[in-house]
């Protein structure tokens, strides 16, 4: 069986917090994408109006250009109508559903939040799947609990599919979570310099880049 080969670093472009640093969906991923992002995801957890719609757009567009894989969090409509992968969590569309919506060459990923949850994930119809938060998170109103690093250790050996790990990912603890077996780790906050300019995201995507090249 051939798995998906995801890049290490998985930037999650979260509008809400992308807001909070006064940039864009679409400056962002641009800025990423020219810091040699290989993978975005879009997690928009407020109402899709047309404006956001259209920077979604504009996003597929960028990453089409760069050869880089699109992903939309929940909504298999809006990843379909951008031609992007789905992913998914405990509460969404059923992975079955989602897989019969998407076809088999989408990309479709699965959060999970325990080993039993990661477990039943492994046989579900997905590409990969998701484990956290590893650490405490702030981009989550109400998160789950942390699992910490020795549970992605412990979570390697129980499924075979590409294993992703999310929550408060930092430069500083990145090593530890890809040395304990993840494929890849997603970030949110620590892709986010204070100042969010262009040029701080893609020299903040080129640190990540550099820094999991030790992995």
Known sequence: MTFLKLPRVYPILDTESLERRGTSLAAAAAAFLEGGAGILQIRHKQHWSRE??????????????A??????????????LLGAGLHIGQD????????????????????????????????EPVDYVALGPVF??????NPDPVVGVEEIRRARGLVEKPLVAI???TRENALAVLEAGADAV????GLLPEVATAHSLRERMEEWQQLVKAA
């Not at 992903?71 to 990843?79: K, T």
């Open 52 to 65: 956001v719609f259209e920077a979604a757009q504009q996003v597929a567009r960028l990453c089409r250009e």
């Open 67 to 80: 050869g880089a894989m699109l992903v939309v969090n929940d909504r298999a409509d809006f990843a379909m």
């Open 92 to 123: 969404d569309l059923a992975a079955r559903d989602a897989r019969r919506l998407m076809g088999g060459d989408a990309v479709v990923g699965l959060s999970s939040h325990s080993v039993t949850q990661l477990c039943a994930a492994g046989g």
């Open 136 to 141: 405490g998170t702030a981009s989550k109103r």
């Open 167 to 169: 929550g408060g990912i």
């Open 186 to 189: 997603a970030v949110i906050a």
